[in-house]
């Protein structure tokens, strides 16, 4: 029987199938749980604390019977881990951030924020699909060298989408420093070594102490895609 097990939560505009890459470079003997966010039949979207309860009610048996275990999360579903955390610490041996804002600081920034999010969920609800993606992918923190994965419509529940650019906006997230602060012995901070955004936001945490260092793998904010190898083996040295 399979004794340890990953929770892996996705990012916008995932899948459950972005972390089969990852899971191609771990040992067989590692069981995975990656529910997805936005399809159909996926639970319904709620307020990030609310949303968490719902996870745990839904998983929170399945994880029981396995000794070790830990969660993963890349970008959206890093910050609705940071919730978990908050939340549900004891639950995981270990919580993995990938790309993962810690939260915005300022009411300047978190209006700014806002307006853009309403803006993607105009887009959401207006544009084709083939447009929709086009625009994601031509945002700056993606760079030249990230992969664009394929994305099918038929895969999404648009209605979700636009309501988690609402729910889950970062201009909803909390500052989540003292959080990190206080559990970085827990916590594995992972960034791209192209991804200029992220790696200033990891350098920040780690120059003020509220991490104790962070992981770089060669990548860009993509790295389920670009450099799963690498992640792979950073999640194994887990178990």
Same mark, same amino acid.
Request: glycine share 4%.
């Given at each position: 029987?399979?004794?340890?097990?990953?929770?892996?939560?996705?990012?916008?505009?995932?899948?459950?199938?972005?972390?089969?890459?990852?899971?191609?470079?771990?040992?067989?003997?590692?069981?995975?749980?990656?529910?997805?966010?936005?399809?159909?039949?996926?639970?319904?979207?709620?307020?990030?604390?609310?949303?968490?309860?719902?996870?745990?009610?839904?998983?929170?048996?399945?994880?029981?019977?396995?000794?070790?275990?830990?969660?993963?999360?890349?970008?959206?579903?890093?910050?609705?881990?940071?919730?978990?955390?908050?939340?549900?610490?004891?639950?995981?041996?270990?919580?993995?951030?990938?790309?993962?804002?810690?939260? +915005?600081? $300022?009411?300047? !920034?978190?209006?700014?924020?806002?307006?853009?999010?309403? /803006?993607?969920?105009? #887009? %959401?609800?207006?544009?084709?699909?083939?447009?929709?993606?086009?625009?994601?992918?031509?945002?700056?923190?993606?760079?030249?060298?990230?992969?664009?994965?394929?994305?099918?419509?038929?895969?999404?529940?648009?209605?979700?989408?636009?309501?988690?650019?609402? +729910?889950? $906006?970062?201009? !909803?997230?909390?500052?989540?420093?003292?959080?990190?602060? /206080?559990?970085?012995? #827990? %916590?594995?901070?992972?960034?791209?070594?192209?991804?200029?955004?992220?790696?200033?936001?990891?350098?920040?945490?780690?120059?003020?102490?509220?991490?104790?260092?962070?992981?770089?793998?060669?990548?860009?904010?993509?790295?389920?895609?670009?450099?799963?190898?690498?992640?792979?083996?950073?999640?194994?040295?887990?178990?």
């Amino acid at each position: 029987m399979q004794k340890n097990l990953i929770f892996a939560l996705h990012g916008f505009l995932g899948q459950s199938k972005d972390w089969q890459a990852v899971q191609t470079h771990m040992p067989k003997n590692i069981a995975w749980l990656a529910p997805n966010l936005f399809s159909k039949d996926s639970l319904d979207l709620a307020s990030y604390y609310v949303y968490v309860d719902h996870l745990m009610t839904e998983y929170s048996a399945a994880l029981k019977p396995f000794q070790r275990k830990i969660f993963v999360g890349y970008s959206l579903g890093g910050r609705l881990g940071l919730h978990l955390l908050k939340k549900y610490s004891n639950h995981f041996d270990q919580f993995v951030f990938v790309s993962t804002h810690p939260g +915005l600081q $300022s009411p300047v !920034e978190k209006s700014e924020r806002k307006k853009s999010d309403r /803006a993607w969920t105009d #887009k %959401i609800q207006n544009q084709t699909w083939s447009q929709f993606i086009t625009e994601w992918n031509s945002q700056p923190v993606f760079s030249k060298n990230d992969p664009e994965p394929e994305r099918d419509e038929t895969n999404f529940d648009r209605g979700k989408l636009a309501l988690a650019m609402d +729910l889950w $906006s970062l201009a !909803e997230q909390d500052d989540l420093r003292s959080l990190i602060h /206080a559990n970085n012995r #827990k %916590i594995t901070w992972v960034v791209g070594d192209q991804d200029s955004k992220f790696l200033n936001l990891a350098s920040d945490l780690e120059q003020k102490k509220i991490l104790l260092g962070f992981n770089k793998i060669s990548s860009g904010h993509r790295i389920l895609v670009s450099n799963s190898k690498d992640l792979a083996q950073l999640l194994q040295n887990w178990f």
